[in-house]
């Protein structure tokens, strides 16, 4: 823990110089992320918005809001990563984790069948294990 504290007095110390540093304020909020401190964590990835606009903040955000029970807001950061960047199977699979969390069956549905169907631009092992897992989990649920 003693790392963690370190880690988390100097992001504070150089907050003042880097406030408007986009990859800092994020490398910030995944620390902050990474002990639990969902709120604190939305703040600066929201901070880092203005300074460096990337789908992977939005899936950040979506987890954040997501874990301080702010449903409409994750679903929202969900659905914002997968609009800025349509062809990643990442982004479609945090949505439909986050239906079938949420007990959403048709809309996890919808998002699991658009995993199925988005065409691969490269084979990769990462996206075989994402959409066999999609597969049986829808075929669990009809």
């Not at 992001?11 to 990474?34: K, P, Q, R, W």
């Not at 990337?54 to 969900?78: D, P, R, T, W």
């Not at 919808?110 to 490269?122: A, D, F, P, Q, R």
Request: glycine fraction near 8%; include cysteine; aromatic fraction near 12%.
């Amino acid at each position: 823990m003693g790392y963690v504290n370190d880690g988390l007095r100097s992001f504070g110390n150089a907050y003042i110089l880097l406030s408007s540093n986009g990859s800092f304020l994020v490398d910030y909020a995944e620390m902050l992320t990474s002990i639990g401190k969902f709120g604190r964590a939305i703040k600066k990835f929201d901070d880092a918005l203005p300074h460096r606009v990337h789908h992977s903040i939005y899936m950040s955000l979506g987890v954040c809001y997501y874990e301080v029970g702010e449903l409409g807001k994750a679903e929202q950061a969900f659905l914002q990563a997968i609009y800025m960047v349509p062809n990643r199977f990442e982004s479609r699979l945090a949505l439909f984790d986050f239906y079938t969390d949420t007990d959403q069956k048709e809309k996890a549905a919808y998002w699991g069948e658009s995993i199925l169907n988005l065409l691969i631009k490269v084979s990769s092992q990462r996206v075989d294990l994402i959409k066999q897992d999609v597969a049986d989990r829808i075929a669990e649920n009809e």
